[in-house]
């Protein structure tokens, strides 16, 4: 076992997946991801806010480009949690077997989305 590193201790700890893997890393780093995944999160809450007050509200946008725009936000705001969990999980099992960290798997497609639906909204603005 490297210095600095404890023993296993993952036996009762949810998800098993995660926790039977490696040794147990810095707290610091545990801690840091959480909050990574909390992040995910929250933004997966605004994107599904966002997404409903779009159309809620009954903004001055050209109909179809906001229903399309307020769709995109709500399917982002849905693969927010799937990234959060995954995220979380994969960067978990690497600090635990002091492994590098993975990049996000779903950063690039939320990223895509998140350009279409401010595409849409401008293009809602503009074609009213």
Known sequence: MEPGRRAP???????ASVYRHGTEPDPRFSLANERTFLA???TSLALLA???ALEGLDLPLQPQLRLAASVVLVVLGL????????GWA?????L???EPLPS???AAPLSAGTVVAGVLVLLGLLLR
Do not use: Y
Request: charged residues 30%; proline residues 9%.
């Open 50 to 52: 966002a997404g409903v």
């Open 9 to 15: 201790s993952g036996r009762g700890r949810f998800p």
């Open 104 to 106: 996000p798997a779903l």
């Open 96 to 98: 635990r077997r002091g």
């Open 90 to 94: 994969r960067d978990e099992r690497a």
């Open 40 to 42: 995910w999160i929250r």
């Open 79 to 86: 693969l927010a949690p799937v990234q959060a969990w995954r």
